[in-house]
């Protein structure tokens, strides 16, 4: 029911049921004003459950938004803006909410106690998977999931402040007034659509004026100052090292294809103040979970902010002066106030209302909406007809960031409560409610002097005025769970009650860690943040420890529920790989070539001719023309590492096994790198472009660690060299130029004409191509007369266009990485399937490259006993018996007679493939003492596909084993 | 976490690569022996408390640095060039 006639409405939907709502209030008041008090299912019983309370903590009205792909479940009803066709259903019921199949549930839970499940579904084991497990997810459980991509966008986003308030109540706000006035640079975050906090639901006086036209003025202020940020519907949701802290925001306004819906924030403070108030909690009744039974506090913010009356006859209950405060309220706008009924002998009288003192509500009545509750007053018992049932247990300071950091809180028996222990996170000091400070005037006192205090920390000079506001005491007598019979829910959104906790401390379950995860309590969405004091009561209550020595559990974030979505946004898709293309992209796209990833780069697979119908055919084509005509790859992905200075030959010396002081200038040499653990790190060729400056390449996988690592060796191992590297992968674009008319083909574009004499094989220097500087490179990963030429980024394509061009008229073209993998496993030459990070330069053949001249990184490592010998599984050929037989990497390697199990494996296939050039299948692997078994027939077993084969052991060069043909 | 790059100021953790302790400054000789090698290589203390160890500032100015930092308080209290560290 409404109190005013609203101004202008809106329309939303509940469970298919057309609504109308004032624009921009939460779904929980708009329910409330409609009447609907059944709005949700609990988790395990599947009791009928309403609107608990007005904020993030809310533990019953959790509801699905939206549908399909979008759909969102578990959102709070309370933190929910209501706008135009907002689609809400209800969730964990079926088939209604109304009349729920599995409210049997209920009835049989004497049996489902804490523990049940760890008590009954032990065995047999196979019913684990086929019956426990779906039953079990079915009948327990809140919102689903579509299981369809979210379609939804979500944002990050990073703050920098040098102070972070954290909540704008009277002391959040009156924190930020006196660090902005300051001239700190302030952010101030609150989870609510409004600032103001407790005061926009109270009726109080602040500076003689309404306590809501004060936080106006405040705001006003607040906006004013160009050093604070305002951020409304912004919760902190976790406090980190370093003053770092979370913090999610939600955006105003219905969902739409082009905003985001949410931003994860990481606000970076140099002190940050914790004002987050204070949360409500219940006391323990029988029955105590009906819909229409709300926190006092909540049916207070229900009519003063939002203008909605939660029930006709409303009955108060509680423990502590604060609970008065709803039913001076309720009578102050005509709503009947039923009963109040303090459990305290000495509460004071404060309207003219019924009040019971020393009183307690035993029962309740009404299974979809409260009817009637049943109280104990005088030793004897008396019914009171009541819709809305206000109670208040007293105030738990939130102290949950507080704790962020394994800080533990304090008790404080008067409040009984506990308080924010100091010092908890470095440069967080708390002021007002979460500090258990409540009156109004306390609070905004509070947050000045705080408030002030860290601003002369920063160097500031504030200043602090503190307007008059109210005083009221809070006297509190704590009463956690009422005796007698019936179940008393604790927590709400997990249906645990006291007889729960009661269970697990019999069960000797005394910790509270241990009750939290025997009983379920203060799990879920909620964290316990209503549950959370009283369960522990009852637990000490019957350990018969006290609270302070019972503690609590361990508060972690986030503080309310952050999707994963928000948290990791931007992250998805092209955000989480990004593609790195080569200046011959658009070429090869062009070309039909199906572009593979290597690493974050995209390389061409190989290129389509008319015709083809397997990718074999392309690529034995591909083969042939570098084998008797010319080829034109791009290998510009390769890493390129520019080293300059006059200690750059000693460096290299000290990161690859064999010397490159003693290369000349205008030479290339091929450098095997290893890790200091005396394993194979990389390979590659470097060129000597000066005496002083060398260019390095890597593998294109390996270009950032091998940059990292010659950073690491230039600044962690050898800060005596003076040398200087960088990467200048991107800014060189370079193509291979492989086969008997490589030279021919590139003569039409040079601008002088190449011969033997004056570059050889493993030469290097500058070249003039078309007219642009370039380099040049006499290397060879094929086996053939090759060179690899290379040209500013910037004309990349226009040079690969013409390569590809002249190698055509020549019988030759492009070639991709199919072809580029056939050539080198042809020649025997290694890559990352054989340099895989356990292997050693003895086990691919290359221990000679280790110079016993100077030492290198892993030189000492890979000396140690085992690294090297006959056990050592050593790179090798494989050729197929049946030539037209696949071999397949990844197969085992045995001896021709022996048991294809694990124990009999002599070692593994790295790469295959189908050779064009010597017309038989051929393969690289490591078996035990390789290179004393060429000529040997073993036996490859492919146990995945299914394959096996016998295989001769050969030298891994299984083509033109002297090299002429790259040299000559 | 944030660490104070001392050229570049307090920075986010995501900019900096992690190494390992900063034992890795104090390279053996290659004739150490085994031992030596070893410990240099595998063997580290697993401390509850202060700890030194070698960040790589990959998203910002390229230095490794030596950052000291405890384990348990996740306190960072400097971080300095390991290019200048003392060996």
Redesign the interface.
Known sequence: MRLQTPEKTVTFTFDGRRIKAVPGEPLSAALLANGIKLVARSFKYHRPRGVMSAGSEEQNALVTVGHGAQAEPNVRATTLEVSEGLEVSSQNAWPSLRYDALAVNDLVSPFLAAGFYYKTFMWPRSFWEKLYEPVIRRAAGLGGLSGETNPDTYEKA?AFCDVLVIGAGPAGLMAALTAGRAGADVIIADEDTEMGGRLLREREQIDGKDARAWVADALAELDALPNVRCMTRTTVTGA?????YGALERLAGARAADKPVECFW?I?AKRAILCAGALERPIAFPNNDRPGIMMASAVRAYVNRWGVAPGKAVAVFGNNDDAHRTAHDLAEVGIKVAAVIDSRDDAKVSGDYPLYTGAQVIATKGRHGLKSITIRHNGGTRTIQADCLAMSGGWNPTVHLTCH?NGRPTWREEIASFVPTPDSI?GMVTAGACNGTFSTVACLTEGADVAADVARDLGLKPQTTVPAADDAAYAITPLWAVPGKGRKWIDFQNDVHVKDIRLAAQENFRSVEHMKRYTTQGMAPDQGKSSNVVALAVLADATGRGIPETGTTTFRPPYVPVSIAAMGAGSQGKGFAPERFTTSHQASIACDAPMIEAGLWYRPSYFPQKGETHWRQSCDREVGYVRNAVGVCDVSTLGKIDIQGPDAAALLDFVYTNMFSTLKVGRVRYGLMLR??GHVMDDGTTARLGAQHFVMTTTTAAAGLVM?HL??VL???R?DLDAKIISVTEQWAQFAVAGPQARALLNTVLDQPLDDETWPFMACGAVDVAGVRGRLFRISFSGEHAYEVAVPARYGESLFRMLVAQAEVMGGGPYGMEALNVLRIEKGFITHAEIHGRTTAFDIGMGRMVSAKK?CIG???AA?PGLSGEMRQQLVGLRAKSPDHGLSAGAHLFAKDAAETRVNSQGYVTSACFSPTLQTHLALGFVENGRARHGEVIKLRDHLRDITEEVEVCDPVFFDPTGGRARG | MRITCPNCGPRDRREFYYQGDALALDRPAEDAGLEAWDDYLHNRENPAGDTADLWFHEAGCGAWLVVERNTVTHAVHKATLAEKAKR
């Open positions: 990073f980190y090292d370093q003053g770092t990481r970076v950091m470095p200091e653990d990292r950073e690491f600044q962690v191992l800060p030492d030189k000492a490592a140690r």
